[in-house]
């Protein structure tokens, strides 16, 4: 017979632990919770994450201002390109005129010879293939059937050349437009994050880098000599643009990002140089040692090379540093210096 003894009930103490130890549980889930959004970033914890997309913004910048300066290099040489071919057109189609007007008197004197009328009918390239027909044919009909000949070449060369940086150009665009989304991204979350301080921290930022700005302006200059003449005024060139705007792809004269900014300058002193910092920092004579700058080199800051401002004197810069600030002094102690470049 089987047992139909009761389950043995738990006792009063094991009942009070589990009680607890579920009580505990609801504590700590509840203190979870509660800690599950994060405290507010400090100051400094904000600011040094602004400056890093600052910096990684520069750095899609300077990708989009050289994708800029392709696909304006491009646009030009397709229309170059374009029209050599139109004119080349045009050439071909009086060569082929003049090869008609011959046609003509040759038919009005005694019917048109054979050899041209199959140039007529067929590809020159084609007939001109043909070695024995050439005896049958006018010197001067060869000679224009030659350069009917090199045109049409040429003109396939040129289409075929246009074509291909019609690619080109379709690519570089892409890549535009790829880099210009990257920089805005970059911005945005750095204005998100912006957003979180209150007016009183944001002001005291902007009071604090308009001190160090004023700061470093008063520094600036001293004995150190600017380093020629060109280099004199494009520095005169970039500091009349004191409190410009930084824009992202702007190369003046009223705004300007990095590389924007001393490009533009450098042209009012009747030098071209690249428009990118990574061009420029290949664009003249590199010089390594701090100490042997001169007022007007540039100076080139990452290792990337995605920076470059003016050498202004006494350890100074005078620069476009980033988006929502203005052309303005600064220690180059601020940004890891890699070389100037004396132009």
């Not at 009680?19 to 400090?42: G, I, Y």
């Not at 690519?171 to 912006?194: F, G, H, I, M, P």
């Not at 004023?214 to 005169?236: D, E, K, L, V």
Request: charged share 25%; with cysteine.
């Amino acid at each position: 017979m089987a047992s139909h003894r009761r389950p043995k009930q738990p006792s009063r103490t094991r009942v009070t632990v589990l009680t607890t130890a579920a009580a505990a549980a609801v504590v700590l889930s509840a203190n979870a919770a509660n800690a599950a959004p994060s405290e507010k970033p400090s100051v400094d914890e904000v600011k040094s994450k602004v400056d890093k997309l600052h910096e990684e913004a520069e750095q899609a910048t300077e990708k989009l201002d050289g994708a800029t300066e392709k696909q304006d290099k491009l646009q030009k040489q397709i229309d170059t390109l374009q029209d050599n071919v139109a004119r080349g057109q045009e050439e071909l189609n009086d060569l082929r005129d003049g090869l008609g007007s011959m046609a003509t008197a040759q038919y009005r004197t005694g019917g048109i010879d054979p050899s041209v009328q199959l140039f007529l009918s067929a590809d020159p390239d084609d007939y001109l293939d043909k070695a024995s027909t050439m005896d049958q044919l006018s010197n001067q009909q060869v000679e224009t059937l030659k350069k009917v000949q090199e045109k049409q070449r040429s003109l396939a060369q040129q289409r075929e050349e246009a074509s291909e940086k019609l690619k080109d150009l379709a690519s570089t665009r892409t890549e535009l437009a790829k880099n210009k989304k990257e920089v805005q991204a970059k911005l945005a979350e750095a204005n998100r994050l912006l957003n979180t301080l209150t007016a009183a921290e944001q002001a005291a930022l902007d009071a604090k880098e308009a001190q160090a700005s004023s700061a470093a302006q008063a520094a600036a200059g001293g004995s150190t000599a600017p380093a020629s003449g060109r280099a004199s005024s494009a520095y005169a060139a970039a500091q009349s643009k004191l409190g410009a705007p930084y824009v992202y792809g702007a190369s003046g004269p009223s705004s300007f990002d990095c590389s924007g900014l001393t490009s533009w300058a450098y042209a009012q002193a009747g030098v071209s140089i690249p428009r990118t910092s990574q061009a420029q920092a290949s664009a003249g004579t590199r010089i390594y040692s701090q100490s042997d700058l001169q007022v007007g080199d540039l100076v080139i800051f990452y290792s990337d090379q995605h920076h470059v401002g003016f050498y202004a004197g006494n350890g100074q810069v005078l620069h476009a540093p980033r988006s929502g600030a203005v052309v303005r002094y600064e220690s180059i102690g601020n940004m890891p210096f890699q070389f100037g470049v004396r132009i």
